[in-house]
């Protein structure tokens, strides 16, 4: 199976920005005739009827997909096995490090501020038993490159830092770079259409999908919706949903359209004249009504 893939964290309603993204995740899968998959990332920050609220503003812009929704909370398998598979190929170590550490040490000059500096990755048979009377563990990867390239469709070639980034937190909790590159394998997706500030994060999943043995999937990442103030769009700025535009008597996915340049009422229509190649690369800046 070939796919494309929308995959919300259900932490509260979609804002006008995240509907923009699902409808040209939906345009690029339908466009390159490949499957249409939801998948519900509910490993944390979950609150309760936000993901169907999610899925009936998904329906209400018009937009559909194949199958039912999978949720990540039900995959821990899947994660914990590609976990061993990296452990038994020497490439898994424990990490005691709490984040404030890991922002005060210095870093690697081609590594961005925060990026993991290796406190852990030598540490002792001793040293681990020591720290693990402190603090639970986190399992971080083992990386051995620097750096990894990969190919955006909008973005063209980019090359980003890749360090020894978290597979399992501290709590247990599977990392997102982890649970992504496992999903998106298994699923069949093979596109991946998602907002421009996740870019960074690719060459660190890309990298890991080859270490599992899966190619990595084809990037798009698409221009963000700022605020007013050049930020990035939150529900915090006024009226953002899919439900607040409406009570104000605003069509969203005209607004949606609008913004990209695309001519038709409804996906369907958008989608018989799509053309990625017209498509705006300046990030929207969107400023609610009122």
Known sequence: MSAGRYAPSPSGDLHVGNLRTALLAWLWARRSGREFLIRVEDLDRVRPGAEQRQLDDLRTLGLDWDGVPVHQSGRLDLYDAAIARLDRDGRVYECFCTRREILEAPTAPHHPPGAYPGTCRDLTDAERAQRRTERPAALRLRADVAT???EDELHGTYEGAVDDF?????????????????????QGVDQVVRGDDLLPSA?????????????????????LALNASGRRLAKRDGAVT???????????FALIADSLGLTGATPQEVLATFDPATLPTERW????PG
């Open 148 to 150: 990894f390239t990969v």
């Open 166 to 186: 978290v597979l399992r937190r501290g709590d247990g909790v599977p990392a997102y770079n982890l649970a992504v590159v496992v999903d998106d394998a298994e």
């Open 203 to 223: 060459p660190r999943q890309a990298y890991l999908a080859t270490l599992l043995g899966t190619r990595p999937p084809v990037y798009v990442h698409v221009p």
């Open 242 to 252: 899919l439900g607040e535009l409406r009570a104000d008597g605003i069509d969203t």
């Open 285 to 288: 800046v969107f400023v609610p």
